[in-house]
């Protein structure tokens, strides 16, 4: 932790309380975190374009609390003290996206008396794709209420939903079950798909579907019979999944299934 040689003993007190909060936070005791905020403070999400008070701040703080005893954030600097002021970076990375989808994020925690008065929280959110250098944006969240944490949960309940679910075999799945059976409305859903990570609902369900298909594929023995397959992992369209194996793959099914049957002839040989 770096320190200022200015004003050692508030350095030194701020550093404290900051830590303090940032344990508690980590091992979910809601009301340890609430206790060190000031009864003035202000905490401004830049991100979402809102200002709390303590009133509106507990279900926020519980919202975004790890979900898990051994789960941290991603740091990406050391924190850094500055007389009454903590500087704080960290990364929060999204599941589910093309390419890799994370917010950056920073915290400038100010303190006296051993409390916190202040908090300003930015996030940025960037796409880095294979071979790209990464794109960062702030997509305007504010009227869901959502931080990045909360995105971040929602991005996790979803990816496991499809895991151990599989909804995505029925042909007929659409956005208003996924939201409903994943606990959350149908514009949360939607805007993490399109605003966050990046992709249309059906375009994530696709690339659910042909993953299904291509572990079908390394288990399949010759002849492989593609498009029944295709049609198995939910597909209802033969041109949209030609056109998602091809997108995914660079290769026609024929090419790519031709190659399995070479790959485990070869295999049966040795």
């Known amino acids: ?83 009454d002021t903590a500087f704080i970076q960290y990364r929060i990375t999204l599941r589910g996206g093309e390419g ?3 917010f950056r994020a920073s915290e400038a925690i100010t303190v006296r008396d051993g409390l916190i008065w202040r908090v300003n929280e930015y996030a940025s959110l960037v796409h880095e794709q294979s071979g790209n250098k990464p794109t960062g944006n702030r997509p305007a969240v504010s009227r869901l209420g959502l931080s990045p944490r909360q995105l971040s949960f929602m991005a996790d309940d ?40 990046g992709q249309s609902f059906y375009r994530y369900v696709n690339q659910a579907r042909l993953q299904h298909l291509l572990r079908a594929l390394d288990d399949a023995r010759p002849p492989v019979r593609i498009d029944e397959l295709a049609f198995a992992a939910g597909f209802n369209s033969l041109s949209a999944f030609y056109s998602c194996f091809r997108q995914h793959t660079g290769q026609s099914p024929k090419a790519y299934a031709k190659q399995i049957s070479l790959r485990t002839r070869a295999q049966d040989l040795s």
């Open 100 to 102: 890799l989808v994370s």
């Open 1 to 83: 932790m770096h320190t200022d040689d200015d004003g050692p003993q508030q350095t030194l007190a701020t550093s404290e309380t900051v830590m303090r909060y940032h344990l508690r936070w980590k091992h979910r005791d809601l009301d340890g975190v609430m206790a060190l905020y000031h009864p003035q403070v202000q905490y401004s999400d830049f991100f979402q374009n809102r200002v709390m008070g303590l009133a509106q701040l507990r279900e926020y703080v519980r919202s975004s609390m790890p979900r898990d005893p051994d789960e941290a954030l991603e740091h990406s600097d050391r924190i850094r003290i500055d007389g």
């Open 158 to 197: 979803l990816q496991q939903y499809f895991d151990k679910q599989q909804p995505y075999l029925d042909p007929e799945l659409d956005l208003q079950r996924v939201a409903k059976e994943c606990g959350y409305s149908r514009n949360q859903i939607s805007y993490l798909l399109n605003q966050v990570l």
